[in-house]
């Protein structure tokens, strides 16, 4: 089964340059969550998209941005990249009909370094 | 506190044993519940929903007392491929589909 596909999957940057992180849903799955994990923490919420419109907020630092598109595919991304933003960085999608609609699968990850 | 509790571990267990795990949630009005795995450096996998009467998939079974705020997990017959943190995950509220992490349990299952 198609699983939620994450670009790049390993990104090395330098303090206070940009990242941009994409990730593509399960087909048919309508809504998109992003989460930072630190070293040695649990994964934290970022922000979601349902139908291209941002449906929540959490913890994202106001240099992240992120969108959804017309193929619901998602970008997040970062400025002023920061030491502390050194993290995996997860995508997941969930569909919200049906009995599983409050799974959500997640992504491979993408890895920033912040150097 | 923590929203969603549960005990680090590591729990060391050798194969074919029963492994039981615990977690606790803060907010009553949680609405739905998950147990994921995860391996190391790798994205979390949805191991199972957790429903009110309760539910097993092969030697998994979770439980939910709502009463009492308390999700659990027992594996049966432990593998090792069953080595891995396993991660109790809490969604809040209806109205908002985040997921709320705890910070894992971690299971190593020894020959």
């Known amino acids: 089964a198609a699983g939620v596909i994450q670009s790049p999957r390993h990104l090395i940057k330098e303090k206070r340059e940009t990242a941009t992180l994409k990730c593509y849903p399960i087909?048919?799955?309508?809504?998109v969550y992003w989460y930072q994990q630190g070293p040695g923490q649990d994964p934290q919420f970022l922000i979601s998209f349902y139908e291209k419109m941002q449906s929540d907020k959490g913890s994202i630092p106001d240099r992240f941005s992120a969108q959804q598109f017309s193929d619901y595919h998602s970008e997040l991304n970062m400025s002023s990249l920061e030491l502390g933003d050194s993290a995996l960085y997860f995508c997941?999608?969930?569909?919200?009909?049906?009995?599983?609609?409050?799974?959500?699968?997640f992504g491979p990850g993408t890895r920033l370094t912040v150097t | 506190r923590k929203e969603v509790e549960q005990d680090p571990g590591p729990f060391n267990v050798p194969e074919g044993a029963t492994v039981a795990f615990n977690c606790t949630y803060s907010n009553s009005a949680s609405q739905s519940f998950f147990w994921y795995r995860q391996d190391c450096r790798k994205e979390p996998k949805l191991l199972m929903s957790v429903y009110s009467s309760g539910n097993e998939d092969g030697r998994f079974t979770a439980q939910l007392n709502r009463a009492s705020q308390y999700i659990s997990l027992l594996i049966r017959d432990s593998k090792l491929s069953d080595s891995a943190t396993y991660l109790c995950?809490?969604?809040?509220?209806?109205?908002?589909?985040?997921?709320?992490f705890g910070s894992g349990t971690r299971l190593q299952v020894q020959p």
């Open positions: 995950v809490v969604n809040e509220d209806t109205g908002r589909r985040a997921l709320t």
């Open positions: 087909p048919r799955h309508d809504t």
């Open positions: 997941a999608s969930s569909i919200t009909s049906g009995p599983r609609s409050y799974e959500q699968y």
